[in-house]
């Protein structure tokens, strides 16, 4: 069964760290972008960041810029995501995905065929 499943969310401090881990299975998905979504109570999943296939490649949200730092272990077909200096308004369920081979930015939900469940981050103040 190919599928995608997060971990390593939690509950931190403001200005604490956390990463969270994207476990793929079922098949290789060295070739595919990959990236981080989260979704706020209340608001719309958003972007976070992504990968390319050989990790040469990442996008930020302005928003996680020089704090979330997105990498790849193609060996473990695993996805990362460190977060430092993390908020309360980081405080999501972030979901890992993985992009369809169609031209679509990588920062459109659209642009990703397989989801994971999400992992729970809450960021205390």
């Known amino acids: 069964q190919v599928q995608l499943v997060e971990s390593g969310g939690g509950l931190v401090q403001a200005g604490g760290s956390l990463r969270v881990s994207c476990a793929a299975s079922g098949r290789t998905f060295s070739t595919n972008t990959m990236a981080w979504f989260r979704q706020a109570p209340g608001k719309e999943r958003e972007f976070v960041a992504a990968i390319s296939g050989n990790g040469r490649n990442t996008d930020y949200a302005d928003s996680v810029k020089g704090r979330f730092t997105i990498s790849r272990d193609n060996a473990k077909n695993t996805v990362y995501l460190q977060m430092n200096s993390l908020k309360p308004e980081d405080t999501a369920l972030y979901y890992c995905?993985?992009?369809?081979?169609?031209?679509?930015?990588?920062?459109?939900?659209?642009?990703?065929?397989?989801w994971g469940q999400g992992t729970q981050v809450t960021v205390s103040s």
């Open positions: 995905a993985a992009k369809s081979f169609l031209p679509i930015a990588t920062t459109t939900q659209g642009a990703y065929n397989l």
